[in-house]
């Protein structure tokens, strides 16, 4: 990506941001120059290059966060986003009605799906992470947390969390049907939205089938998922992997974030089995994984997530693309239908469900 469309896509954000010389003195640094960089700005200190991030969430939830990333780190697991405490150690400052956190710049490039040496090293370092999480749940004081922020904790949800979303596609072919002057988009939502609907229902019947609620109550399966693992969250330096932005962090079974980062790796490459089955080999080299996950996970790939996601940022205005953006996506999603069957169904073979 170009660094000034990137500035220019996030200006309307970055723009809320208030630089002030004494919020950085809040967390004891001197700062000589602000750089933007996607939602965040990298600010070069006194010591050494710092990010500043304006959180837009609770301090309750950036808690469950940093005890979540604390508890990794002190498990050997160091190749994680840091938070600077500020001079009365806290990791974060109250200002003017927002707040703001200073982490640690990590050195790196952004990790390419289209790379498999890359998604192989993202993938080992993934089940690094959640190894390194193991037993977080077991803590009292991260109990109390996640009984504060209990939107974080998605162990035994999915089934209802996928019949929500086939009611949401069902709100959205309301709106659709009823627009009269209905556009491309909506044309071709109308087309193949009853097609996707199915695809949820299958997806929760497999999941109904399997072992899903038997391993939900296995806290051994259960750990911090990242939930969001785009490309830009993970930097590799030489061998390194280090994991950025934990604000979608969950806490889930571990196949939650392998269907996450399977579905956006696989997409570049026409859905190919080949990559799902190294991602895969990769991961349970370091954490294995035994067959009920397995299942889960199949059922966790065959919902819908592009198409649903790119219909419900249109429908609810989440995301302010052009209309010739929005119908780009939505044809490419549509057009991938048979690959995806295909992978679904190689998947379950190989797998021998």
């Known amino acids: 990506e170009n660094m000034l469309d990137v500035r220019f896509k996030d200006k309307d954000y970055l723009s809320k941001y208030d630089l002030d010389v004494d919020l950085f003195s809040e967390f004891d640094l001197v700062v000589d120059d602000v750089?933007?960089?996607?939602?965040?700005?990298?600010l070069n200190t006194d010591k050494g290059d710092k990010v500043l991030k304006k959180v837009s969430y609770s301090i309750s939830q950036l808690e469950f966060i940093n005890y979540g990333i604390e508890y990794i780190r002190n498990n050997n697991f160091n190749r994680i986003i840091e938070f600077e405490k500020t001079k009365s150690k806290r990791i974060y400052v109250p200002w003017k009605n927002d707040i703001y956190c200073i982490m640690n710049l990590v050195e790196g490039r952004e990790c390419e799906y289209s790379n498999p040496v890359d998604v192989m090293l993202a993938s080992r370092a993934l089940a690094e992470l959640h190894k390194a999480s193991e037993g977080?749940?077991?803590?009292?004081?991260?109990?109390r947390l996640l009984a504060k922020n209990e939107q974080r904790y998605l162990c035994g949800r999915i089934i209802?969390?996928?019949?929500?979303?086939?009611?949401?596609?069902?709100?959205f072919k309301s709106i659709a049907t009823r627009n009269e002057n209905k556009n491309e988009f909506d044309y071709i939502f109308l087309k193949y939205e009853k097609y996707y609907e199915k695809n949820i229902m299958q997806s929760i019947n497999i999941l109904n089938e399997s072992e899903y609620y038997n391993l939900?109550?296995?806290?051994?399966?259960?750990?911090?998922?990242?939930?969001?693992?785009?490309?830009?969250n993970i930097l590799i330096n030489k061998e390194d992997v280090y994991f950025l932005d934990f604000d979608y962090a969950v806490i889930d079974l571990k196949v939650h974030d392998i269907c996450n980062f399977t579905n956006k790796v696989i997409k570049n490459f026409a859905y190919d089995i080949e990559k799902a089955n190294s991602i895969l080999s990769e991961y349970t080299e370091v954490l294995p994984l035994d067959n009920r996950e397995l299942k889960v996970l199949y059922g966790m790939l065959s919902f819908p997530e592009d198409f649903y996601s790119i219909a419900r940022d249109y429908y609810t205005r989440k995301k302010q693309w052009s209309e010739e953006v929005f119908l780009n996506k939505l044809k490419k999603k549509v057009e991938g239908r048979e690959e995806r069957e295909e992978f679904l169904e190689a998947f379950k073979n190989h797998y021998k469900f």
């Open 160 to 171: 209802e969390n996928f019949k929500k979303k086939s009611n949401d596609l069902a709100f």
């Open 216 to 232: 939900c109550r296995e806290k051994e399966k259960i750990v911090f998922c990242h939930h969001d693992l785009a490309h830009h």
């Open 136 to 143: 977080l749940v077991y803590e009292e004081l991260f109990e």
């Open 35 to 42: 750089i933007p960089v996607r939602k965040v700005f990298i």
